[in-house]
Nanobody, 123 residues
Framework: QVQLVESGGALVQAGDSLRLSCAAS????????MGWYRQTPGKERDLVAS???????YYGDFVSGRFTNSRDNAKNTLDLEMNNLKPEDTAVYYC?????????????????WGKGTLVIVSP
């Protein structure tokens, strides 16, 4: 299993920057991709950014070049640098890990989630 712990959520003003971090532990050798999702009350969880072990990245359309997702495979961390934040970026941000074939040779086909970190952007 994989455990994910997010940190960095805060109350900021529009136009500010914020860095979220996710620390992965457990069977991290099984992780094939990691990403950030966000959710507001009454709405579905939306993909913000994802990155595969090989390095390929994907961003949601609403990011518009404002966010940068980076992964340190050696430290098992995932960071999301968010710039020019807008009030509509207010949400709980969740870290996600997708697992599959492990380096050890075993398989763990799962999706793991952290508990989330709250970002509030005031006008």
């Amino acid at each position: 299993q994989v455990q994910l712990v997010e940190s960095g959520g805060a109350l900021v003003q529009a136009g500010d920057s914020l860095r979220l971090s996710c620390a992965a532990s457990g069977d991290t050798d099984c992780i094939s991709a990691m990403g950030w999702y966000r959710q507001t009350p009454g709405k579905e969880r939306d993909l913000v950014a994802s990155i595969r072990s090989a390095g390929s990245t994907y961003y949601g359309d609403f990011v518009s070049g404002r966010f940068t997702n980076s992964r340190d495979n050696a430290k098992n961390t995932l960071d999301l640098e968010m710039n020019n934040l807008k009030p509509e970026d207010t949400a709980v941000y969740y870290c996600q890990a997708t697992t599959g074939l492990c380096i050890s040779g075993t398989t763990d086909d799962n999706i793991y989630w952290g508990k989330g970190t709250l970002v509030i952007v005031s006008p």
